[in-house]
């Protein structure tokens, strides 16, 4: 089983609609929660990144972190044809900094 | 935000050969840098993390004495592919931190390379 679990997708949405993308995961060791956007054969770019459970709010963003489930949410409102990327949940444990990734979930938002 | 700038962005060489990548931190002082390796469709994965002035540090099933890890100076990393074989073909991208916390990590643009 791997540590961090996400669905690849690909999930495909008209414009406007609300994304709702998710990971879960094994180790209760992970602290910091964080959500990337990553565009074709680019680097990972950082969205937002979360510390322990409750909900971070950013412009269209919303990320959720509920510990006792082992279960991260990265929502998209109003979701635009430009947000279709790879979304990758990544988490770490207090103190260290290297990242465990999910798989990605492949996002096409259709105009 | 903080910039990492990687270089080259996409390299093809020949079986064989060693291919050299640069990750530099432009704006801060990196005090480490990780190294990850993505296949087509899949998830980044940690190869190892280097600390300025020490030896890097290697995951399990990474051969170090392929994947030669440099940080010289708070700036700069360098990840050598030795003898590279078609199988080394993949996207490897650098992060780098500075002294914030662990939501202070930037990645590169990653670099391409493509083992004929």
């Known amino acids: 089983q791997k540590e961090v679990e996400q669905d690849p997708g690909p999930l495909s949405v008209p414009e406007g609609a609300i994304v709702s993308l998710n990971c879960t995961y094994s180790n209760s060791a992970f602290q910091y929660f964080m959500w990337y956007r990553q565009y074709s054969r680019k680097g990972p770019e950082l969205l937002m990144y979360t510390y322990s459970s409750g909900n971070k709010e950013d412009g269209r963003f919303t990320a959720q972190v509920d510990k006792s489930s082992k279960y991260i949410s990265l929502f998209i409102r109003d979701s635009q044809p430009s947000d279709s990327a790879t979304y990758l949940c990544a988490m770490s444990p207090t103190g260290r900094r290297a990242l465990t990734f999910g798989s990605g979930t492949r996002l096409q938002v259709q105009p | 935000g903080a910039v990492v700038s990687q270089h080259p962005s996409w390299v093809i060489c020949k079986s064989g050969t060693s291919v050299k990548i640069e990750c530099r931190s432009l704006?801060?002082?990196?005090?480490?840098m990780f190294w990850y390796r993505q296949f087509p469709k899949q998830s980044l994965m940690l190869m190892a993390t280097?600390?300025?002035?020490?030896?890097?540090?290697?995951e399990q099933g990474v051969e170090k004495d392929k994947f030669l890890i440099n940080h010289a100076s708070l700036t700069l990393s360098t990840l050598t592919v030795t003898s590279a074989h078609p199988e080394d073909s993949s996207f490897y991208i650098c992060?780098?931190?500075?002294?914030?916390?662990?939501?202070?990590?930037?990645f590169g643009e990653g670099s391409r390379l493509t083992v004929l």
């Open positions: 280097s600390n300025e002035g020490s030896k890097a540090t290697y």
């Open positions: 704006d801060f002082q990196a005090t480490t």
């Open positions: 992060s780098a931190s500075g002294q914030g916390a662990v939501g202070e990590l930037f």
